[in-house]
C-alpha cells in the first residue's frame, strides 16, 4: 500500500510517500499565502523522489496548522498524534517527543504504542518556536543557518529574561550596544528558547527516550543547549526530523487502514 | 439517531425573569425609597437585609461576567479602566466593573447605578480592594465594610483552633449590624435577618442537591446551562424568591433523571472543568457537545456557592446538612451563617492546593469524568491560583487532564481555534471524534 503523508506547516509543507511502511520519497517547499498550492507542490516533489505517479498512491493523510486545505486526505490527523506516532515508528523506545517548528513547540508524552498520553503546547507565544530563532537571527544580522553553529562557540552563560519575542529582541539589541560577541548572543536566544521547551517537557515529565522532530531539530545549537538544559547526553533526531509530523501522519493512517 | 431523550427546562424562562428583575429592582431601588448594596458574590448579604425589605444588591463577579459576555461593551469597560490607570493584569470582573463605573453605563442598560453601601468579604487579593476603589470612583463618599473571611481552612482540612477563627468571623458580622445602622439611620431588624439568614443556607444546600443530580448518566444539566442557574446564589444567596426557585428547579431535576432526560443527547463522554470560563466564548461548551462530551460542571459551579462537606476517607462530596432549625438570637444567626460560609469548598484551596485536589478528584470519580478540562484563567488570580499542582495532583490519581489558557473577562488573552485545536487533541485521546463537516 502507498500512502502520502503531508504536514502543511505555518512555514513549509513537507510530504513523504510511504510503501508499506517504508519512506520512498520526499518533498518540501514554502507553504507561502497560497497553502493548496504549497500542498500539491510539496507532494509532486515527493512523488517524482519516489519515482511514483500520483495515481498511484492509495490513500492520503493530513496534519498541520494548514490541514484542511490538504482536500485529497482521507484523513487528518492533528498535530500531537502525528508527532508522536513519527517518534515511536522512528525510535520505539521514545517516551517522550518534542517537536519545534516555526509557529509552534510542543511536547508530548507517549506510550510503547505511540499514543500520546499527555502533552504541552506552547501558549500564543513565538519564544517557544522557531520563528523566534529566525527573528534573533535578523536581529543580529547573522543568517539562519548560522545560528546553530555559532551558539556552540560560546561558553558564556547570558541569561535572556523577557519571555515574549518582542521583548527578547529588545534584550539582544541591548547586548549588542554592550558590544557581546555574536556567538555568545546566540548562545544566549538559543538557552532562552531551550528553557521554553524544557519546561514544557518538564510539565509533561522527563521521561527518556526523548525524540526531537521538527525544522529546529536540525539547528545544533538549540539541540546543545536543550541536552544540557535536560541534564541528559542524547536527543534522538531522525534523519530529516523536518519531515516527522507527515511520517507520523502517514503511519497513523496506514495503522487505521 | 440521538442516544437519549433531551427536553429544555421548563423554568428557563422564569430563570431569565428573576435575573432581569434583580438588576431593575436595583436600579429602581431609590424609586421605592429602597438602599442599594454592592459587594462581593461571596459577601453574607443576609447580614444586610436586618435592615429592611428593601435592600437591592449587585454583586461584582456576576456583573463583570455579565460585561465580559458582551465582548465590545467589555472592550470599552477595559479599555478605560486601563486609561484610568488599573494595570491589565488585574482581576477581569474588577477591571470590567471598574471600567463600567468610569464610563458610567451599566451592563444592563442605562447609567451605572451608584450604590449606597458596599458590603463585601475579602479572602482573595483582590476583594477588599475591588470595592475599595469602586467606591471611591463613586464619587469617594459611598461607605464601605470588608468582613475578613481568610481565617484558614474548614475541618477537615485545618482542624486546629477553628472555634477561634469562626468567632473571629462572626465578631466582625455583628459589629457590621451596628455600622449599618448608623450609616443608614435605620433601625436593624433581626427577625429580617434570620429569616434573609436561612434562605442563604436554604439556597447554598438545595443547589448542591441539585448538582447531585448530575451524577447521573445522562447528566440532567450541561454545564453551559449550569452557569444560568448557579448564577441566583452568586446574585444574593438570601433572597427568598432564588430559594423558592432553586425547590422549584430541584424538582425539575429530579424529574428529569426519573425520566431520563439528557442535556446532551448524544453523551458518550463527560468531563468537568475548573474555574470560570471565557464568558464571551462559550460555545467551547457547544463545541464539546458536537463530539458527544457533557461537561457536567466543576469545583467551581458546584462549590462557588453550593455547600458541600469533604467525605475524606469515601473520598466524595456531599451536600452539607442544613442546620436543624433557624438562628432564634443574632449572636446564633452570625455564628451559624459565618460557620456555613466558612466550609465553602472554594474558600480551602486558598489555604492549599492539595484541598482543591482532593475535591476535584472526588467530583471526577463520583460523578464519573472521564477527562477534566483546566482553564488556567489569567483573569482571575484567587480561583486559579495552584491550579498548576491541581493538575499535576489530578494526573498523579489517574485522571486524564488538558489545560488551555484565557481569561474570564478579557477576551485578549483567549484564542479560540488554538483552544477547539486541544480540545480535539484531547476527545481523540478520550477515544472521541469530531464528526466531520
Given amino acids: 500500500m502507498i500512502i502520502a503523508g503531508i504536514d502543511c506547516g505555518a512555514k513549509n509543507t513537507k510530504s513523504v510517500i510511504l510503501r508499506d511502511g517504508k519512506i520512498i520519497g520526499k518533498g518540501m517547499t514554502l507553504t507561502g499565502f497560497d497553502q493548496a498550492s504549497a500542498v500539491k507542490e510539496s507532494l509532486d516533489a515527493a512523488l517524482k523522489d519516489a519515482g511514483i505517479d500520483a495515481k498511484d498512491v492509495d490513500k492520503i493523510s493530513g496534519t498541520g ?193 | 439517531m440521538a442516544k437519549y431523550t433531551t427536553e429544555p427546562l421548563r423554568c428557563w424562562a422564569k430563570a431569565k425573569e428573576l435575573r432581569k428583575r434583580f438588576y431593575e429592582d436595583f436600579k429602581g431601588a431609590h424609586e421605592k425609597g429602597g438602599i442599594r448594596c454592592v459587594g462581593s458574590a461571596w459577601a453574607l448579604d443576609a447580614v444586610t437585609m436586618g435592615l429592611g425589605r428593601d435592600v437591592y444588591w449587585v454583586t461584582g463577579e456576576p456583573y463583570g461576567a455579565s460585561c465580559a459576555f458582551d465582548r465590545p461593551l467589555s472592550a470599552d469597560f477595559l479599555a478605560a479602566a486601563e486609561n484610568f490607570g488599573f494595570s491589565r493584569d488585574l482581576c477581569s470582573y474588577m477591571r470590567n466593573y471598574w471600567g463600567s463605573i468610569i464610563v458610567n453605563k451599566s451592563a444592563f442598560g442605562g447609567a451605572f447605578p451608584k450604590a449606597d453601601f458596599a458590603y463585601t468579604q475579602h479572602i482573595c487579593c483582590s476583594h477588599g480592594k475591588w470595592y475599595q476603589n469602586a467606591c471611591e470612583l463613586e464619587a469617594g463618599d459611598v461607605p464601605l465594610y470588608v468582613i475578613d473571611v481568610g481565617v484558614g481552612a474548614y475541618p477537615p482540612f485545618q482542624p486546629e483552633m477553628y472555634e477561634h477563627r469562626l468567632r473571629y468571623v462572626a465578631d466582625q458580622i455583628l459589629d457590621s449590624i451596628e455600622w449599618m445602622e448608623k450609616i443608614t439611620g435605620r433601625t436593624y431588624n433581626d427577625e429580617l435577618f434570620f429569616e434573609a439568614c436561612w434562605n442563604d443556607i436554604r439556597v447554598t444546600h438545595i443547589w448542591a442537591k441539585i448538582c447531585m443530580l448530575n451524577r447521573t448518566v445522562p447528566a440532567p444539566l450541561d454545564e453551559k446551562s449550569i452557569y444560568s442557574l448557579y448564577v441566583f446564589a452568586t446574585l444574593q444567596k438570601s433572597r427568598g424568591q432564588f430559594a423558592e426557585f432553586y425547590e422549584e428547579l430541584l424538582e425539575e431535576v429530579e424529574d428529569r433523571v426519573k425520566r431520563g432526560i439528557a442535556a446532551v443527547a448524544n453523551e458518550q463522554a463527560r468531563v468537568m472543568t475548573d474555574t470560570q470560563p471565557p464568558w464571551g466564548f462559550l460555545k467551547i461548551y457547544r463545541y464539546l457537545e458536537t463530539c458527544g462530551v457533557v461537561s457536567i460542571g466543576s469545583l467551581y459551579t458546584f462549590g462557588l456557592e453550593g455547600m458541600w462537606l469533604y467525605d475524606e476517607e469515601k473520598n466524595d462530596l456531599r451536600p452539607r446538612p442544613m442546620p436543624p432549625e433557624k438562628p432564634r438570637s443574632r449572636e446564633e444567626a452570625c455564628m451559624m451563617l459565618a460557620d456555613w ?43 486559579s491560583v495552584g491550579i498548576a499542582e491541581n493538575r499535576l495532583g489530578l494526573l498523579q490519581r489517574g485522571n486524564k487532564v488538558l489545560t488551555y489558557e484565557g481569561n474570564m473577562g478579557d477576551e485578549t488573552e483567549f484564542d479560540l481555534p488554538a483552544t477547539e485545536t486541544r480540545f480535539d487533541i484531547f476527545l481523540e485521546s478520550l477515544g472521541l471524534k469530531k464528526p466531520e463537516g
Fill in chain 2, 341 to 383: 460560609h466558612l466550609s465553602k469548598p472554594q474558600y480551602q484551596h486558598f489555604y492549599h492546593p492539595e484541598y482543591k485536589t482532593k475535591m476535584m478528584d472526588a467530583i471526577a470519580k463520583n460523578w464519573r469524568c472521564d477527562g477534566i478540562i483546566l482553564h488556567y484563567n489569567r483573569g482571575c488570580e484567587g480561583l
Fill in chain 1, 65 to 257: 496548522a494548514g490541514m484542511e486545505e490538504i482536500k485529497d486526505a482521507s484523513m487528518k490527523v492533528n498535530e500531537i498524534r502525528a508527532m508522536a506516532k513519527a517518534a515511536n515508528y522512528f525510535f520505539p523506545s521514545a517516551r517522550t517527543v518534542t517537536d519545534v517548528g516555526a509557529e509552534m513547540g510542543r511536547a508530548v508524552k507517549i506510550d510503547e504504542r505511540g499514543k500520546a498520553i499527555d502533552f504541552a503546547i506552547n501558549e500564543k507565544c513565538a519564544a517557544g518556536a522557531g520563528a523566534f530563532i529566525e527573528a534573533m537571527a535578523r536581529a543580529i544580522e547573522v543568517e539562519l543557518e548560522e545560528m546553530g553553529p555559532m551558539a556552540l562557540q560560546s561558553d558564556k552563560s547570558i541569561p535572556m529574561n523577557a519571555q515574549c519575542a518582542i521583548f527578547a529582541e529588545s534584550e539582544v539589541v541591548g547586548l549588542i550596544h554592550a558590544k557581546t560577541v555574536k556567538e555568545d548572543i546566540s548562545k544566549a536566544i538559543h538557552d532562552a528558547m531551550a528553557s521554553r521547551i524544557v519546561s514544557m517537557i518538564r510539565r509533561i515529565g522527563v521521561n527518556e527516550d526523548i525524540v526531537m522532530i521538527g525544522g529546529v531539530a536540525l539547528n545544533p545549537g538549540f539541540v546543545g543547549c536543550l541536552k544540557r538544559e535536560l541534564g541528559i547526553d542524547r536527543v534522538y533526531i531522525p534523519a530529516d526530523p523536518a519531515f516527522g509530523a507527515a511520517v507520523g501522519a502517514a503511519v497513523v493512517l496506514k495503522e487505521e487502514a
